[in-house]
């Protein structure tokens, strides 16, 4: 599949596509022009490098939300060797904006549960551009439940632009179903680690993101709101997004170094989509410690653990009252 | 009020209560139905408009003096105060905000939590005040909040809580959104030890307090027309372009859909609350 670039990437895109003009005619072409090719592609490479080195938190969201991305369930193919995908809420739909199921990780049963994102046109409305509705939450909630009851642990993939806001969603109750989820996930008796993939977007990531460990793929993002959605609020235009993507502290880097995310998975040179098997790899090793750390403690050690750790959240001064 | 101006139509009490005379926040104008009220008289009836019943917005201390016994009520988590963890900046920086906020306000955070009773049954309760940065919810609030139910858990307390929140507050970026995840893990604590928790939503109550612990109440009370719902109504018309129903959103939608218990009128809601927590405790009629 041909690279899609995005517009702080350009100088790469004009490289590469000269280099795959030299690919083209090097067939029929008399002299020898492979070190040339070699050379543009050393070129390319070293570029690629040098702008990834400074990403801006703005240019990191563009990423997290590149077409090409790696989803869930690509994740899924590469991590785990089997998946029953289970579907519905048994109560109203099924929500292929959530995708779940049973899975093997290294030859041991776990419950993948997380949000899905198409890839075309006509998936993307499918899936609802991984926005999810009540339905995905509660089918989320209902996978949750059969993991306790097997005593499987659960990991999560986040990614998701947010909650739907439509009008149906709203009729079926949204705030409950994400505030229930919160409630249950707290409770949950088995290992649950989260990992944000692409974009973690307010309530809606949350819902699937409360767990044991934080993970974030290196490009990835995790906020409170999206950067459009805070610079039309605050700044009354969606265009001072980079602005506000600035202040808010969205990157893997910022929310590391606020305590907020446990680990930073490193992603191939370029982004997680250049080679998305080498990411899946590299975040299978990091879940495989991640499970290992959590696999002594007792279901009852596991919840007052995760319990204290929701409870540091937040920072605050504490002062006499006058 | 004198008889005089009750009996005027309120086109003429218009007119009389824009003129420059008369001195500043002795009239207010009732949202819903446009009627001028005697500002005491507003206040004396709990701010719900005498003409049409509409529920003003309530500051939070005003709430929970009206709610509260009169005797034996403090203070908790007034101690935890706001920092500024992101430096945060858009055309004012964070701290300008808080400081204005508090200022306008005299409050230091947009939550308020008190122990004492209602009709004699003990309780904690928590209100949110939306004048304090439209009530949204960063460290302080969820920090309060905790400490809170904790207070309700030593004590074996009931505890309830009162929103009025637009949601997360964005100037403290994740740490907001931790919050709703810290606020529904504590009231977890409460179900262990079956102590109730009731939640009265009034307007509005979106976002990241919806979505949080506001609909997991054991009881759901809203207020009479509240707007309660995760994503605001702007936002929703601009995603499914096309105009939202009449009253969506409001109180009274989601009790048809199931989604609160009940809608009660503000001026009924100390006796209601009463009678709700001593069916659960099993406290015997008086």
């Known amino acids: ?322 | 009020m004198s008889w005089l101006q009750k009996l005027l139509p309120p086109r003429i009490k218009r007119a009389e209560g824009t003129r420059k005379s008369v001195p500043e926040g002795l009239w207010r104008k009732c949202a819903a139905c446009e009627a001028v009220l005697y500002a005491t008289d507003l206040e004396g009836n709990q701010n719900v408009c005498p003409k049409c019943g509409h529920h003003h917005r309530l500051r939070a201390r005003v709430r929970l003096d009206l709610l509260l016994d009169a005797e034996g009520r403090f203070d908790i988590g007034g101690e935890v105060m706001p920092v500024d963890p992101l430096k945060f900046k858009d055309s004012r920086r964070y701290p300008e905000r808080l400081n204005q906020a508090a200022e306008d306000t005299g409050e230091t955070d947009a939550l308020v939590v008190m122990q004492g009773s209602i009709k004699t049954v003990p309780v904690v309760a928590a209100a949110f005040d939306f004048d304090f940065m439209g009530g949204s919810m960063g460290s302080v609030v969820g920090e309060r909040f905790v400490r809170g139910v904790r207070c309700a858990l030593e004590q074996s307390l009931p505890f309830l809580c009162i929103t009025a929140t637009g949601g997360a507050r964005m100037q403290e970026g994740l740490f907001s959104l931790m919050q709703m995840a810290k606020t529904t893990a504590a009231i977890t604590r409460l179900a262990e030890q079956k102590l109730p928790f009731i939640t009265v939503l009034t307007d509005p109550t979106m976002g990241g307090v919806s979505a949080s612990f506001a609909m997991l109440g054991d009881v759901v009370i809203a207020e009479p027309g509240a707007l309660v719902g995760f994503a605001g109504p702007r936002v929703i018309e601009q995603t499914v372009r096309e105009k939202l129903p009449d009253g969506f959103q409001r109180a009274e939608f989601l009790l048809e859909k199931g989604a609160v218990d009940m809608i009660v009128d503000r001026r009924e809601l100390r006796d209601k609350l009463a009678s709700l927590l001593t069916l659960l405790l099993r406290i015997p009629a008086a």
């Not at chain 1, 490289?15 to 090097?26: G, P, S, T, Y």
């Not at chain 1, 046109?121 to 909630?141: C, D, Q, S, V």
């Not at chain 1, 499970?291 to 919840?303: G, K, M």
């Open chain 1, 1 to 322: 599949m041909k690279t899609t670039f995005l517009e702080f990437e350009q100088p790469i895109a004009e490289l590469e596509a000269r280099i795959e003009e030299l690919r083209f005619v090097q067939d029929d072409s008399a002299v020898d022009i492979s070190e040339e090719i070699e050379r543009l592609e050393k070129k390319s490479q070293s570029l690629t490098k040098d702008i990834y080195a400074k990403l801006t938190p703005w240019q990191i969201a563009q990423v997290a939300r590149h077409p090409q991305r790696p989803y869930t369930l690509d994740y899924v193919s590469h991590i785990f060797s089997e998946f029953e995908e289970l579907h519905g809420d048994r109560a109203y739909a099924d929500d292929q904006a959530i995708v779940g199921g049973m899975a093997r990780f290294n030859g041991q049963s776990v419950m993948v549960i997380g949000h899905q994102k198409g890839r075309d046109t006509k998936e993307k409305i499918l899936r609802n551009f991984g926005m999810p509705r009540p339905e995905g939450y509660r089918k989320a909630l209902r996978l949750m439940r059969l993991a306790e009851k097997y005593g499987l642990p659960v990991l999560t993939f986040i990614d998701t632009p947010g909650a739907y806001p439509g009008i149906g969603a709203e009729e079926r109750g949204q705030s409950e179903a994400i505030g229930r989820n919160l409630m249950v996930l707290t409770e949950l008796k088995v290992p649950v680690v989260c990992t944000v993939i692409g974009e973690g977007g307010s309530g809606g990531a949350l819902a699937i993101a409360v767990g044991d460990v934080l993970l974030m793929m290196q490009y990835s993002t995790y906020s409170v709101i999206s950067p459009e959605g805070c610079a039309s609020i605050l700044w009354k235009s969606a265009e001072k997004a980079p602005e506000a993507a600035e202040v808010m502290g969205i990157t893997a880097a910022r929310l590391k170094s606020l305590g907020l995310v446990d680990r930073i998975v490193s992603e191939p040179l370029g982004g997680a989509h250049r080679e998305p098997r080498v990411a899946a790899m590299s975040l299978k090793r990091v879940l495989q410690e991640s499970l290992r750390q959590l696999a002594d403690l007792t279901p009852s050690e596991l919840v007052e653990r995760r319990f204290e750790r929701l409870m540091a959240y937040g920072r605050y001064k504490e002062q006499a009252v006058g």
